[in-house]
């Protein structure tokens, strides 16, 4: 297990990087943690690594991003799942089959699809700008 504490949004994405380096075809990276967490922050850092020319932003409205990259990078809220239906029609496990990594916010609500390697990452939030990241699953 990993764990650090980070004190802005930069040193964040740093860990992102740190952990994309690291990342294969098939890799699913599932966040924990609430709103404001920093969880995008994180993804713009494994982008960074993965797809750097893509401009990450947080999928809240389109559920899916797709940044490209090889492997191709796809970032996931799933905020709003709430069953198998509702998962299946994000693309989650055609992605997941495609050998993409996975970048999967609000993992909680899919708990049950994750597969066991999932790598998983829980950002807590410490004040207003520090946040402290636990990493288990992949070593960094």
Request: charged content about 20%; hydrophobic content about 40%; proline content about 4%.
């Amino acid at each position: 297990m990993f764990r650090t504490v980070t004190h802005s949004a930069a040193e964040t994405e740093a860990v992102g990087s740190r952990l994309a380096a690291r990342c294969t075809a098939g890799t699913v990276v599932a966040f924990f943690g609430g709103l404001g967490m920093g969880k995008t922050a994180f993804v713009r850092g494994m982008a960074q690594v993965l797809s750097p020319s893509a401009e990450v932003s947080s999928p809240t409205f389109a559920l899916v991003n797709d940044y490209g990259g090889d492997p191709p990078l796809v970032h996931f809220d799933m905020y709003r799942v709430t069953g198998w239906e509702d998962l299946d029609t994000t693309g989650y496990f055609d992605y997941q089959d495609a050998g993409a990594v996975l970048a999967v916010e609000w993992s909680e609500n899919i708990e049950a699809a994750l597969p066991p390697q999932a790598v998983r990452v829980t950002i807590t939030r410490l004040s207003e700008t520090e946040r402290e990241i636990t990493v288990e699953g992949i070593e960094l």
